[in-house]
Structures are given as C-alpha cells and as structure tokens.
C-alpha cells in the first residue's frame, strides 16, 4: 500500500506513444505552422461567413446594430477556445528533475472549460491529476497547463480523460496515474433533458492505480475527501 500524501510530480522511463484521435487531428493540423509549437492559422473570415449563415437560418438580422460584430467575436472566440487542436501539450512534460521520491504526487481542483464536439456547447469542471513518480519529477504548474491545452479543443469528456492519462503516463514514465474529471455539461443542463445540477465524472488508471485496488483505493481518497 502507498502512504505518501504529498503533492509533487514525477517522471522517468517512456513508453510507446498512443495516438488518439484528438492527438491525431492536432498532428494534422499543427504542419500548417511555422514551427512545431506555433498554433496554425485559424480561418476567421470563414467562420465568420458561417455564423452570419447560422443567424439568418435562425431568423435573426445579422445586420441589426447588436449582430454587426458578432461573427468576428466569434471568430476569435473559436481560435481562442478551439486554441488546443494547434498545440502539442505533451512540451510541458519534456523539462523533468531527478528526485528521490517515490509517493503520490496529486494536484486537485485544476479548472477547466472545454466544449463538446456533438453540440459545440460548453463543460466545465475540475480535473485532478495524480502518478507515483519513478525517479523523475515535473513542475506542478506543468499538470495544470497540459490540462489546459488538452481542454481546448472540441471532444467528449471520456476521450480528454484517457488522452491526459496517456500523456502523462507516456511522458513520465511513472508507476502509476490517475486522472479524474468532475463536470457539468451544458447540452444536458440547458436544453434536451434540461437537468441543472447533474454532472459527469470520468476516470482513467494507469500502473499500479489500475493494477492494485489498495493503491487505487488510496489516491481516490486523497482526490475525493480532502476538504469535501
């Protein structure tokens, strides 16, 4: 059993890259740049065009004085939220220390907004990220910001839990992970079932979370009873 309750980060050995298919789409995407990590050029005049389409569709005047400018906001709010499908969040990874410390390593509470590919609408919640360093560890500010960048992009909540998972296992070499996400989706609150208040959680394990139910059992108390 794992006693350790510390929030640090860890890292060590690689293994074989999982290409999912948000990682596929950003590989994709991300040759249109200048450089590697350089976001690719978003096409703002045609979303543009499109949201002015979508506004007459609706009934509405896209030229009345409050819409003039509506579809260059949201042309920009797009390359703002959509900002993740350019980027490769798999950098914040790379700058490890050799550390000897080999207990959990968990950082709570990272607040996040992504938005679902099947009604474009948002979800928003906390993700907590959690490994058992082996020999390497990673600055904590790095979790949240591969949260960040891996939210910023269109998806369903199940594949964004496995894809930071897959990173941070991959990229660590840790003994273990875990990634919990706690949510609220918009397309259930606000229309269809129109249920306010329901949220999504999802979880991925990897290592020794997966393999051993004391351990597992262990970082899930740390995660869901600290300060509840």
């Given at each position: 059993m794992i006693t350790g309750k510390k929030v640090l980060l860890g890292n060590t050995k690689r293994k074989k890259p999982v290409t999912s298919k948000n990682e596929e789409i950003q590989n994709r995407t991300s040759k249109g740049s200048t450089s590697k990590h350089e976001p690719a050029k978003v096409d703002h005049a045609r979303i543009e065009k499109a949201v002015r389409e979508i506004l007459i569709?609706?009934?509405?005047?896209?030229?009345?004085?409050?819409?003039?400018?509506?579809?260059?906001?949201?042309?920009?709010?797009?390359?703002?939220?959509?900002?993740?499908?350019?980027?490769?969040?798999?950098?914040?990874?790379?700058?490890?220390?050799?550390?000897?410390?080999?207990?959990?390593?968990?950082?709570?509470?990272?607040?996040?907004?992504?938005?679902?590919?099947?009604?474009?609408?948002?979800?928003t919640g906390k993700a907590h990220v959690g490994y058992l360093p082996n020999g390497k560890v990673v600055g904590l500010s790095k979790l949240a910001r591969v949260v960040d960048?891996?939210?910023?992009?269109?998806?369903?909540?199940e594949r964004m839990t496995e894809t930071i998972a897959n990173m941070v296992e991959q990229e660590l070499g840790a003994r273990g992970v875990v990634v919990l996400i706690e949510s609220s989706h918009s397309c259930m609150?606000?229309?269809?079932?129109?249920?306010?208040?329901?949220?999504?959680?999802?979880?991925?394990?990897?290592g020794i979370f997966r393999e051993n139910l004391s351990s597992r059992a262990e970082i899930l108390g740390l995660i869901l009873n600290q300060n509840r």
């Open positions: 569709a609706v009934g509405e005047d896209p030229d009345r004085e409050g819409l003039l400018e509506t579809p260059a906001r949201v042309a920009r709010m797009y390359a703002e939220i959509f900002s993740g499908l350019h980027k490769d969040p798999r950098i914040h990874l790379k700058r490890v220390f050799t550390e000897n410390y080999d207990e959990i390593v968990l950082v709570r509470d990272i607040e996040f907004h992504s938005m679902c590919e099947h009604h474009l609408l948002p979800f960048e891996v939210a910023r992009r269109p998806q369903v909540q609150t606000m229309r269809g079932i129109r249920k306010a208040g329901a949220s999504c959680t999802t979880s991925a394990m990897r």
